[in-house]
Antibody
C-alpha cells in the first residue's frame, strides 16, 4: 500500500526558504498519480499549497504561487516543496498526500505531517 | 480564493445524527460536483471520507453521507459513535486546477 513520509528542518528563519521532502513507498511515482502538499497552522484549518504530476506538471494555490515550487524526483521516488521568503504566518504542520485519481480536491492518502516553525 | 465556511462546532448524543454545512460560492462548491470531506482526530493526519459530494471511499461506513444544494454542501454523520468525535473539513474544486478547504467543524459526541 502507498505510504508517504514528509521530512525536513523543523525550524526555519524568517525570510529564508522552507524545504521539505516527501518520500513515497509502496508505489512508483513514475507510474502516475498526482501528489500534493497541504498545510495546517496551529489550531486552524487546512490550506492546499499545490499539486504535481510525475511528469512535473504542477498547480499552485494562487495566494502562495509567487513563493512556492513543487518538484518531483522519480529516481528517488519522492517529491519536494520549497516555500521562499517565509514569515511566522508560514508556521504549520505540512502534509504531503496522494491525490485521488481524477479529483483535484480529493486527497486519499496522507503522510503523518511535519511541523515547521518559522522563528529567528 | 477564500476558505469555505463551516460552523465552528456541532454536537449530538450517541446514536443521533449531526449535519455539518460547508458554504462556498458559484466559483467552487456551487460550480462543480467536486466536494470532499475529511475527518481529523487530534494530532493525526486527515482521513478521506467523502468525494464527489456523496461518494464514499472503500472502507468508510455508510453512516457518513454527503449532499449538496446550490453553494452549500453538507456532511451527515448518522448513528453517532464516540469515535466520530473529531474535526471535519470540506474541500472543493475551485476551477483552474485549484482546490479550497473549509474552515473546519469540531464535532462533539455528548
Amino acid at each position: 500500500q502507498v505510504q508517504l513520509q514528509a521530512s525536513g528542518p523543523g525550524l526555519v528563519k524568517p525570510s529564508e526558504t522552507l524545504s521539505l521532502t516527501c518520500a513515497v513507498s509502496g508505489y512508483s511515482i513514475s507510474s502516475g498519480y498526482y501528489w500534493g502538499w497541504i498545510r495546517q497552522p496551529p489550531g486552524t484549518g487546512l490550506e492546499w499549497i499545490g499539486t504535481i504530476y510525475h511528469s512535473g506538471s504542477s498547480y499552485y494555490n494562487p495566494s502562495l504561487k509567487s513563493r512556492v515550487t513543487i518538484s518531483v524526483d522519480t529516481s528517488k521516488n519522492q517529491f519536494s516543496l520549497k516555500l521562499s521568503s517565509v514569515t511566522a504566518a508560514d508556521t504549520a504542520v505540512y502534509y504531503c498526500a496522494k491525490r485521488y485519481p481524477g479529483y483535484h480536491d480529493a486527497f486519499d492518502i496522507w503522510g503523518q505531517g511535519t511541523m515547521v516553525t518559522v522563528s529567528s | 480564493q477564500s476558505a469555505l465556511t463551516q460552523p465552528p462546532s456541532a454536537s449530538g448524543s450517541p446514536g443521533q445524527s449531526v449535519t455539518i454545512s460547508c458554504t462556498g460560492t458559484s466559483s467552487d462548491v456551487g460550480g462543480y460536483n467536486y466536494v470532499s470531506w475529511y475527518q481529523q482526530h487530534p494530532g493525526k493526519a486527515p482521513k478521506f471520507i467523502i468525494y464527489e459530494v456523496s461518494k464514499r471511499p472503500s472502507g468508510v461506513p455508510d453512516r457518513f453521507s454527503g449532499s449538496k444544494s446550490g453553494n452549500t454542501a453538507s456532511l451527515t454523520v448518522s448513528g453517532l459513535q464516540a469515535e466520530d468525535e473529531a474535526d471535519y473539513y470540506c474541500s472543493s474544486y475551485a476551477g483552474s486546477n485549484n482546490c479550497v478547504f473549509g474552515t473546519g467543524t469540531k464535532v462533539t459526541v455528548l
